[in-house]
C-alpha cells in the first residue's frame, strides 16, 4: 500500500481530504457519509483543486447545486487503508479510477 495525502481543507488536517493509491492508480475520496449510499460521498467542489495536473476523477460527480458534489465509486472497506486515513465517523471514502485528461491547457 502506497497512499499520498493530496490534500484538504486546514493545512490538511482537516477533512474532506483527497488521497492517492500510487500502486492501484486510483483517488481515494473522503467525504460526508450520503445516507442510504455506501458508494457516495459528498464533498465540497474546492477538494478538486487537489487532483494530480492532466488527470481527473473517473467515476460519476452530481453536483447539488450549493457548492458541493456527490462522487460514486467503490466504498474503501480495506481495515489497513482505512487506519491509515484516520477517516472520522460522520465521513466515509470510496476508491475511483485516476482518469487522464486528453485535454491540455
Known sequence: MQLRLLGGPTNNTGSPRLWMDEERDLYLVQGYRVP?????????????????????????????????????????TDSEILEHMRIPDHETAVEVPVAKSRWEW
Open 36 to 76: 442510504d449510499h455506501a458508494n457516495q460521498v459528498e464533498i465540497p467542489h474546492m477538494l478538486l483543486r487537489w487532483l494530480q495536473p492532466g488527470t481527473y476523477i473517473g467515476g460519476m460527480l452530481h453536483d447539488s447545486g450549493c457548492g458541493s458534489f456527490t462522487v460514486t465509486g467503490r466504498p474503501i
